[in-house]
């Protein structure tokens, strides 16, 4: 077995120190023959499925099947529909792997994740958490028997940290590679190094048709193998929302013309109505994909759906927090036409069966590295071509497709021809620390696809240097160890370790956990008074630090008073996003675990409430503690929060964490 690897070497090691001992002898082969007996029964366990021989995969199954056996890495470009994300794990199990370790998926997001396992699961007739299973943030449901183990990417770099071999795979599956994400190119320089001490590992790159040549050149040229899609002629319609479509009929064009005159450029949700109308008046049974760029939008464009009342309709939401039931009514749609409302999650890591039309309103949210304030910001930007086409690929699939984008031809002809790799765009202090901790050089030796920005790195080490965490010849100091233990961003690890040395653990962790999540409390356009009102009741004068223990402690009673159903009442009522409320109690529950493993205790603040609420201690002395634990996750370009500020006319002392444009946390210290 994979995973006894290390042990048979040290046990070898000690034989070859003196082989005239026996014992020492003996130890190593009953260990390796335990192992390989190990190795034997799980290989007469394994599951087996064939490729269906519909999906365009399958016209290539053996050779990608003698591919794996015969090389270290295999590059596969599949276009949409071809069957790559559920059949490959099938295809290494039919080249013998996953009988001395877990042949590992990666997938870029939870969703994913959890919906291919479950695919897989069902197809080679295994229950979910046996022979096939997933591993995503909060949640684990591998078993002891498991063989295809799903998960995120960033839980497979998780594992590094305490495995630098990955000695549970014998296989490693990077799906969906080229997204180009800073966890995948991470994992893709990593493995790259790997290899060339892991001969027995397998290594399969898996991506959309978009430069796999610069993978193939990554790994030594490795093989690609091209798989194409599945599907039928789509067309495509522009509906800019300027009120000058391209190819309308001439009522419908009169009626956007009048639009255009009296309001100026249509909103994006009125685009996205006008184009569901055309789609319904042509074709009132045929599913439709929306894509939307945040949650946010999401619950604005269902709004406005819901309003229409098509007959025999339903508007569903498809994001990675929703539920599982309400994923489930995505992917096994009922007899009623669907309007599915996605974010890029639909783009090409999921497939959701039974789409006709897409609208793409060409949009997405993209992190993006600001150099002059020093701090990842996210913004709404136009999609490039090669996502507009990824989009375009989801309908098609059972029969012709129509996309409509609400952009211009010539829009779409000047866009970018691909969306740039994240290394190339974002901050990279917790990359480099992360670098450090697993001892893998300098950021600038690293082997990515693409070395990062210059001047993002250099801004990396100073955000490093000015935390504490390196010292002036760049190595880790003991703050900078602690630091990268801690699964959040690195301010708000280096406010947790201030913490813990100033008696306000208990604190911290409530407020870094609610600092690491998108911002819960919601303000719907047509209810803002509302909206403040209800989150006035959490407010606090003195530090928003202090509100927010205020929202924690209320929360904590009401999810231990309340069945779920009336939990998700309560944030209704009082405007708060119940998914993000429930996101936000996890983190801090993975927090305070990773707080123990550290040795660190919040015992002072434990009483009779639990981990509810603010610890009981004079309400002046615990704002200034906090004010002091704080300081120290402020680097030179955090966002001094000003004692006064107005909110809605209204002027309202502000003091505290911020919340950057992005509605996720941004830093800001007390004054």
Same mark, same amino acid.
């Given at each position: ?39 034997? %029964?799980? %290989? ?33 470009? @599949? ?149 194409? @899609?599945? @599907? ?75 309003? /229409? ?170 703050? @900078?160890?602690?630091? %990268? ?8 690890? /280096? ?169 996720? %946390? ?6």
């Amino acid at each position: 077995m994979t995973r006894d690897r290390g042990r048979l070497h040290g046990l070898w090691s000690r034989w070859s120190q003196a082989p005239a001992d026996a014992g020492r002898r003996d130890a190593f082969e009953k260990a390796l023959t335990t192992s390989i007996a190990l190795r034997d %029964a799980r %290989a007469r366990k394994l599951p087996s499925g064939a490729v269906p021989d519909e999906l365009p995969i399958a016209a290539e199954a053996q050779r990608i099947v003698d591919l794996i056996r015969e090389h270290p890495v295999v590059v596969i470009a @599949g276009e949409t529909g071809s069957g790559k994300t559920t059949q490959i794990p099938k295809l290494c199990l039919a080249a013998g792997r996953g009988a001395a370790g877990l042949i590992g998926c990666t997938q870029p997001r939870r969703i994913a994740a959890r919906a291919v396992a479950r695919r897989v699961a069902d197809e080679l007739h295994v229950p979910m958490g046996g022979a096939v299973g997933y591993q995503v943030r909060f949640t684990d449901n591998v078993g002891e028997d498991t063989v295809i183990k799903f998960m995120t990417d960033g839980i497979l770099l998780a594992e590094i940290q305490s495995d630098r071999w990955l000695s549970k795979y014998d296989t490693l599956l990077i799906d969906e590679a080229h997204e180009r994400s800073l966890n995948i190119d991470f994992l893709l320089g990593y493995l790259k190094q790997l290899l060339q001490r892991r001969h027995d590992l397998k290594v399969i790159i898996t991506s959309a048709t978009i430069d796999t040549a610069r993978f193939a050149a990554h790994f030594e040229n490795a093989p690609v193998v091209s798989v194409e @899609g599945r @599907g039928y002629p789509v067309s495509v319609r522009y509906r800019p929302l300027d009120g000058g479509p391209e190819q309308v009929p001439g009522a419908r064009r009169a009626l956007l013309a009048d639009e255009a005159a009296n309001d100026g450029a249509r909103t994006v949700n009125e685009a996205i109505v006008a184009a569901c109308d055309e789609i319904t008046s042509e074709d009132a049974r045929g599913d439709v994909l929306v894509f939307l760029s945040g949650e946010r939008e999401i619950r604005d464009a269902h709004q406005a759906l819901e309003r /229409r009342k098509y007959r025999h309709t339903e508007v569903l939401p498809l994001y990675a927090r929703l539920s599982t039931r309400d994923q489930d009514r995505v992917f096994n749609p009922g007899p009623q036409r669907r309007i599915v409302l996605a974010t890029n999650v639909a783009e090409t890591s999921l497939t959701v069966p039974r789409i006709r039309y897409v609208v793409d309103p060409g949009l997405a949210r993209i992190k993006r590295y600001s150099p002059r304030a020093k701090l990842d910001r996210l913004h709404i930007e136009p999609i490039s071509q090669a996502s507009a086409n990824q989009r375009m690929g989801r309908c098609g699939r059972v029969s012709e497709g129509t996309c409509y984008r609400l952009y211009s031809e010539p829009d779409f002809q000047s866009r970018a021809p691909y969306t740039d790799p994240e290394i190339r765009r974002a901050a990279l202090a917790g990359v480099i620390l992360r670098m450090l901790a697993l001892g893998l050089g300098r950021i600038e030796d690293f082997p990515f696809l693409e070395p990062p920005d210059p001047r993002a790195v250099t801004d990396g080490w100073q955000q490093l240097a000015e935390l504490g965490a390196v010292d002036e010849e760049r190595k880790l100091t003991v703050i @900078g160890r602690l630091m %990268a233990r801690l699964p959040v961003d690195v301010k708000l690890a /280096r406010m947790l370790v201030a913490a813990n040395a100033h008696d306000v653990l208990r604190e911290m962790l409530v407020i870094t956990a609610f600092l690491g999540i998108q911002d819960p409390r919601e303000r719907p356009s047509d209810q803002r008074g509302a909206a403040d009102a209800a989150h006035a009741q959490f407010a606090d004068l003195r530090s928003e630090f202090v509100g927010i223990l205020k929202l924690w402690s209320a929360y904590e009673d009401a999810h231990a008073d309340l069945t779920q159903s009336k939990l998700r009442a309560w944030c209704e009522k009082n405007f708060l996003g119940f998914l993000r409320m429930r996101e936000w109690r996890e983190l801090h529950r993975q927090l305070k675990l990773m707080a123990q493993e550290l040795g660190w205790s919040s015992e002072r603040a434990e009483g009779a409430r639990g981990d509810a609420g603010a610890p009981e201690r004079p309400p002046g002395a615990s704002t200034q503690h906090l004010k002091t634990a704080s300081k120290p996750g402020a680097t030179k370009n955090a966002v001094q929060a000003p004692r006064v500020a107005i909110v809605d006319g209204r002027p309202v002392r502000a003091r505290g964490a911020g919340r950057s444009e992005s509605g996720s %946390a941004r830093l800001a210290v007390d004054t």
